[in-house]
């Protein structure tokens, strides 16, 4: 079956590290996303991507970023991590050509993760 | 900018009872709404899409509708089970998914 992968599965970091989460999905789809949760702002969009080499900001992307250098991976980096970005991140892929967003999203079982 | 409120935050019912969620949003320029379902500790699993054209989506026992003019979605879920305890979140889709931060449901048995 399909599915959308997420690793690792809880990190703890210090403060000023670099942190890569990993992202892998076998659906195919072109779009993926990367989100953050957090109590008392619900899902917020860090990142995306509808396709190889392509990748856009979203309205949480200070101190992230991401590449696609092919359809299944979308790595999320954390250039130097702070305790501010301590949450939980969830990937997310669709089915979507030529940047076409109108299908479900399906996520990824998420990245708990603590900057000390 | 879009903003997505679901009330209540929280809501307990006894089991085998219906009950509806509730969804609101601002700007009613929105390709379709999706809602999910959030397990402790887990991702979110899609649960129904409906697009901009549609009035409501069917899947079990689950129900959604939309109303766009008014900016309103709802959630439908009949003879509630203990297993539907869960965060259920609603997300419009425009340029982007926007969420609302959820409504947690607890059947009592």
């Known amino acids: 079956d399909a599915e959308i992968t997420q690793s690792p599965r809880h990190k703890i970091t210090e403060t000023g590290r670099q942190v890569t989460l990993a992202c892998h999905q076998t659906?195919?789809?072109?779009?993926m996303f990367w989100y953050r949760q957090d109590l008392g702002h619900g899902l917020r969009l860090i990142h995306y991507s509808y396709g190889v080499q392509d990748t856009n900001k979203g309205e949480v992307s200070d101190g992230y970023s991401v590449s696609r250098s092919n359809t299944e991976d979308l790595p999320l980096t954390l250039e130097s991590a702070a305790s501010s970005q301590t949450s939980v991140y969830f990937c997310a892929s669709q089915q979507g050509i030529g940047g076409t967003i109108n299908n479900e999203q399906f996520f990824g079982p998420g990245t708990r993760l603590t900057v000390l | 900018k879009q903003e997505v409120t679901q009330i209540p935050a929280a809501l307990s019912v006894p089991e085998g009872e219906n009950l509806v969620l509730n969804c609101s949003f601002t700007d009613s320029a929105i390709y379709n709404l999706q809602w999910f379902r959030q397990d402790p500790g887990k991702g979110l699993t899609s649960l129904l899409l409906i697009q901009s054209s549609q009035r409501e989506q069917t899947s079990g026992r689950l129900n959604a509708s939309l109303d766009k003019s008014s900016g309103r979605s709802t959630l439908y879920i009949a003879a509630s089970q203990p297993g539907d305890s869960a965060t259920y979140l609603c997300?419009?889709?425009?340029?982007?998914?926007?969420f609302g931060t959820g409504t947690r449901l607890t059947i009592i048995p």
């Open positions: 659906w195919n789809h072109n779009n």
């Open positions: 997300a419009v889709c425009y340029e982007k998914l926007t």
